[in-house]
């Protein structure tokens, strides 16, 4: 995968950054380029995929001081090439984007990261003032990890990069365990490592070598989102359509293999249409069960845009789960459960089919969703009410419902679980107060896109990016200050966002989307006769019956992976661990084995993709 990996004041950094680089080299296209101080305290390294930043790093200033590296891509880059036209050759088309960041670090020092749009992360190491200095872009789309240990700070794209600092100790956060096996995912900047952090977003941190110090500030949060609450509903409609048409265009134009991982959803088909207004080359993949909606629906919109679409099944036994849990837990590191690696059976092949994917990660959520579109969070009571229905949602309703409070009672030991039980609530308590303080009817939402989008569904792009590169049209920085700058009530129900496809792409919006296998049309004859058409067949069991599941995880585990999730639960390892309750633990197994409750697999897959990830990484 793609990123930066550094190690200062820890001793020989180049024999700790080479033993990191071998750690994190899975694939014989991993690409990566070192730079080592004369005097081995700071070693530094890019690496690559091979598609982006494939020109010689680190790049270095005329003065020699300067010692710069980057993972990623500016989306403005000609734009800040015009606001340092009088540095040197600057304007010529031909300056890298690492070449770029230099000259925007000369200029504007740690403030450049203001003036930079795209996903990104930039190092730069000056050697007269022994100081190094991170940045990333405004939505940590490049996810880093740091620790500071006896005076060294140690930094990489994977918390494993990190632990290979020879002196780095490995002590489980057991809060960051009490939130897995509530939330499904961590929250906050929170690794299972203590001491272990993500790198927080929108953020500038600088290490002082002389004097062993770290500051970490953050140069973007939510509060810089404008006010535009007197736009009206037809003015959204247009300012986004347009937006969001130049973010696709923008993205997509520069390269010859674009692709768009599609679904029978709103978010990927939004893109496949705009892209298909400029482009008539390009391709889509959808991967899924034969008879699910995502495939059918897909394969009707690919058609109607015109790409070269491409299948990959997800067999039934789920034996694919078992050939790929190991390389999921590689690439996200438990971060990601292994209930959702839907995909990463088509990667192989797509890497030699395209060069980015056009992501719609999470567009819903940006374009307006009834999660986060509603009364509650809204028109806020106060935060206890906001805390309370949070802790609903992430815990039962974002991901497969999780453990209750009285199954989480029972899974540890009790001597552990003096030490667990309620720190999830009062960590997500904590990780909320900080969004309480911006505007009170985006503060729920605001949280959810930092611990949910950006901390959970985000791991499908780091999996992603370990064989192609990922673009994001839905975070273009101008639709978001946009979309978050509205009244919330306007972007209700996707109403807005199924306006823009009725508007843009009319073809699309008279193709049905999985959620109900409605039209997304807006045109109240045609939505509401297909709707009825829908109700009416349904109820006569005229229409066939497709799957809303692409992968049916819940039953590859009471039939093909049974063997494999009891060999994990039922090990001497797990239960010698003395965290949970190997009883327990067999209860929940037979419960769902039983196959009389729904969903019971959003509290035993935590546990299978923990004792995983203790393996790999603890012991």
């Known amino acids: 995968m793609s990123g930066l990996l550094g190690h200062v004041n820890v001793g020989n950094a180049s024999d700790s950054i080479s033993t990191a680089i071998a750690a994190m080299k899975l694939f014989s296209w991993q690409t990566h380029q070192t730079w080592i101080s004369d005097d081995q305290r700071v070693g530094l390294a890019q690496l690559g995929i091979g598609i982006l930043n494939t020109e010689p790093q680190p790049v270095i200033s005329a003065d020699g001081n300067l010692v710069l590296l980057m993972c990623g891509e500016f989306y403005n880059a000609a734009h800040v090439r015009s606001q340092l036209k009088n540095l040197r050759d600057v304007a010529s088309p031909t300056i890298t984007q690492a070449e770029l960041a230099l000259y925007a670090f000369e200029t504007w020092g740690q403030e450049c990261a203001r003036y930079l749009e795209g996903p990104f992360f930039i190092a730069v190491y000056e050697k007269r003032e022994q100081r190094l200095t991170l940045l990333n872009d405004r939505f940590g789309l490049y996810p880093h990890y740091y620790c500071l240990h006896d005076g060294g700070l140690i930094f990489a794209p994977q918390v494993k990069g990190v632990l290979c600092a020879f002196s780095i100790p490995r002590k489980l956060d057991v809060t960051a365990l009490a939130e897995y096996m509530r939330f499904q995912q961590l929250l906050g900047d929170k690794t299972f490592h203590e001491g272990i952090f993500r790198f927080p977003y929108g953020s500038s941190g600088v290490f002082d070598l002389r004097a062993g110090t770290w500051t970490l500030r953050r140069y973007w949060d939510w509060d810089q989102i404008p006010d535009n609450s007197h736009i009206t509903f037809d003015e959204a409609v247009s300012a986004t359509g347009h937006l969001f048409e130049q973010a696709v265009h923008k993205l997509s134009a520069d390269t010859e293999k674009p692709g768009v991982f599609l679904s029978g959803g709103l978010d990927s088909r939004a893109i496949a249409g705009m892209m298909a207004r400029h482009t008539s ?117 974002y991901t497969w419902p999780g453990l209750t409070e009285a199954e989480e009672r029972l899974l540890y030991q009790p001597a552990f679980g003096k030490k667990v039980w309620g720190l999830a609530f009062e960590s997500m308590r904590e990780e909320l107060k900080r969004f309480w303080q911006f505007k009170r009817d985006y503060a729920a939402e ?174």
């Open 446 to 619: 605001y949280f959810y896109i930092v611990n949910h989008c950006w901390r959970h569904t985000g791991n499908m792009i780091v999996f992603t990016r370990g064989f192609v590169e990922a673009r994001f049209p839905f975070w273009d920085y101008a639709l978001i200050d946009f979309l978050y700058s509205l009244r919330p009530e306007i972007r209700r129900d996707q109403l807005m966002f199924r306006h823009i496809i009725t508007r843009w792409m009319p073809r699309l919006a008279l193709i049905p989307y999985d959620k109900n296998e409605h039209l997304p049309t807006v045109r109240p004859l045609v939505h509401n006769l297909q709707a009825l058409t829908v109700r009416t067949r349904r109820r006569l069991r005229l229409m066939s019956r497709r799957s809303t599941l692409y992968a049916d995880y819940e039953n590859y585990l009471r039939r093909g992976l049974r063997d494999w999730a009891e060999g994990i639960l039922y090990s001497t390892s797990f239960a010698e661990r003395g965290i949970f309750d190997p009883d327990y633990v067999r209860s929940l197994m037979t419960r769902h084995l039983d196959g009389r409750e729904m969903w019971t697999i959003g509290k035993i897959a935590p546990l299978i993709t923990f004792e995983m990830m203790m393996r790999e990484y603890f012991d």
């Open 281 to 397: 080359s390009f391709v889509t993949a959808t991967f899924g069960t034969r008879e699910c909606r995502d495939v059918y629906y897909a394969e009707r919109i690919a058609a109607a845009v015109g790409s070269r679409h491409l299948w990959f099944d997800l067999p039934e036994d789920g034996h694919w789960v078992k050939d790929n849990a190991d390389l999921h837990l590689k690439l996200t590191e438990g971060f990601h459960s292994w209930i959702h690696m839907h995909g990463i059976t088509m990667l192989p092949v797509l890497r030699g089919v395209i060069d980015f994917n056009l992501s719609g990660w999470d567009g819903g959520t940006v374009m307006g969703h009834i999660d986060h579109i509603n009364p509650i969070f809204n028109n806020p009571v106060d935060f206890p009410t906001i805390l309370a229905e949070n802790f609903k949602r992430f815990n039962q309703v």
